[in-house]
């Protein structure tokens, strides 16, 4: 994969940054709109440094089973920290080779910014880092609104969102700055956005160097909850560059926390919260699994009526027919169940959770008969019912992993009989009085590649 016509133009509203993406699988253009931002520096974002392409071809490139060349400089901390994330990928799924990266160059590095932003959507993770306390330079000064990331939104449902996030940062006294890209089109439909998005957000918060010096991605696990997943402590923060920092933000809460938080501190958030990416619009579905796990946590904190953009009541049946995978998930669904309680309303919404927790182990008879079935037809590949498909992402892969180790004592890779080669990437340095290599604008499997 070659990524090159590396250029950012100046457009009237702002500046758009773009490259060209060419691989076996197409040629593509990726494209990150910065708009003018108030208050931060005017010079626009610091184009000297194509670190935020790098950030987004990562993964693209290894689904593609290519090496991956940066025809620009790049940051030598991002470079060093992609290897990180290389490795986090390959491991996470056995069918993604690490690739080889090479840059043009090293890019100078820049000086910070002072500005912090963070991702904003209204979902419940956003809205929470949003609200929470920051102390002294880690204080916010802007949220940003990203278009564009969400796949089933009308130009109207689009107006319609920026103009509700707008509102919000009115809320809590934060500008709302709007960005615009195409980045999903890198992994849309060759993969599941859970394992895409936080290396395309930290290109996003790469590609507004100079603006920002420190841009927050909300976590969406909590610290009990880290399993591998496409955005985390241990990917985001890796891709910072010297002057842009990408902070993964807080663990302690989980999904039912942050509700509980926003209940309780900032109820004149609830109407506008938005979870829901089912459907196009600007409101919840009320359906989805994520628009019930988010009603049940306001329920358990007595806000459901709160929140105005959800329906006033949770439906139970769709609730007990659900199936909650992976275990990440699941985890969501036992938090909200505890915080429920066993009384009155609350007590039944309690009891469909456990029954839906219940089910997505031990199916009922007719379950099983249709999972069998599927089996024996070569639709699933395996009868356990608790089975995920692990090609759907890295979540479902960790899910299925630990079921067959568990339950079967095996690995879901087989162990080959030959001896298999572990994964290291770079190497150690050489012995005192060896030969010594400063050069950062490689990595890779391949240590007999160097320089640009
Ligand atoms: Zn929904």
């Known amino acids: 994969m070659i990524v090159d016509r590396i250029r950012t133009v100046e457009t009237g509203e702002g500046w758009c940054r773009s490259a060209r993406v060419s691989s076996g699988s197409g040629e593509r253009t990726v494209e990150y709109h910065v708009p003018h931002v108030d208050g931060a520096r005017d010079s626009g974002p610091r184009v000297g440094d194509a670190a935020a392409f790098l950030a987004a071809t990562i993964l693209p490139a290894m689904l ?12 030598a901390r991002t470079l060093a920290g992609s290897a990180e994330v290389v490795t986090a990928f390959a491991r996470w799924d056995h069918r993604l080779r690490p690739p080889l990266v090479t840059t043009a160059g090293t890019a100078d590095p820049g000086v910070a910014s002072a500005g912090a932003a963070c991702f904003f959507s209204r979902g419940a993770d956003s809205m929470a880092s949003a609200v929470v306390e920051r102390v002294g330079s880690a204080a916010l000064t802007h949220l940003v609104h990203v278009v564009g990331l969400e796949p089933v939104h009308s130009a109207a449902t689009i107006d319609e969102e920026v103009r509700l996030a707008r509102r919000v940062g009115d809320l809590v006294g934060l500008p709302v700055v709007v960005m615009r890209t195409n980045v999903r089109m890198l992994t849309d439909g060759r993969r599941d956005w859970a394992d895409a998005h936080g290396a395309a957000l930290a290109s996003l918060a790469l590609a507004t160097d100079g603006v920002f010096g420190r841009v927050v991605v909300p976590s969406t696990q909590a610290v009990d909850e880290l399993v591998p997943y496409g955005s985390g402590p241990t990917l985001e923060p890796r891709l910072s560059s010297e002057s842009l920092q990408v902070v993964h933000d807080d663990l302690s809460l989980d999904r039912v926390g942050k509700v509980w938080l926003l209940a309780r501190d900032r109820p004149d958030l609830l109407p506008l919260l938005k979870v829901c990416w089912a459907e196009d619009r600007a409101d919840n579905c009320g359906r989805c699994g994520k628009c019930l796990l988010t009603m ?17 009541r949770i439906p139970l049946d ?6 909650p995978a992976p275990v990440q998930s699941q985890q969501h669904w036992v938090a909200a169940a505890r915080a429920l309680g066993a009384d009155g309303e609350r007590g039944r919404t309690r009891d469909a959770i456990l029954d839906a927790l219940h089910r997505s182990a031990r199916p009922g008879p007719r379950e099983r008969v249709l999972q069998w079935w599927a089996y024996l037809r070569g639709r699933r590949a395996s009868p356990v019912p608790n089975w995920k498909d692990p090609s759907r992402g890295f979540e479902w ?19 080959a009989p030959e001896p298999e080669e572990p994964l290291v990437l770079g190497r150690a340095r050489p012995a005192v009085g060896g030969r010594t290599d400063s050069g950062a604008a490689t990595h890779g499997r391949n240590p007999s590649v160097q320089g640009p």
């Open 397 to 415: 892969t960790h899910h299925t992993l630990m079921l067959d180790l568990l339950t079967r004592g095996r690995p879901s890779r087989p162990v």
């Open 64 to 75: 593609d089973g290519e090496d991956l060349h940066i025809d620009g400089p790049v940051s």
């Open 318 to 323: 769709d609730l007990r027919r659900l199936r």
């Open 296 to 312: 049940c946590a306001l329920q358990a904190a007595d806000a459901l009526h709160l929140a105005t953009g959800f329906p006033d």
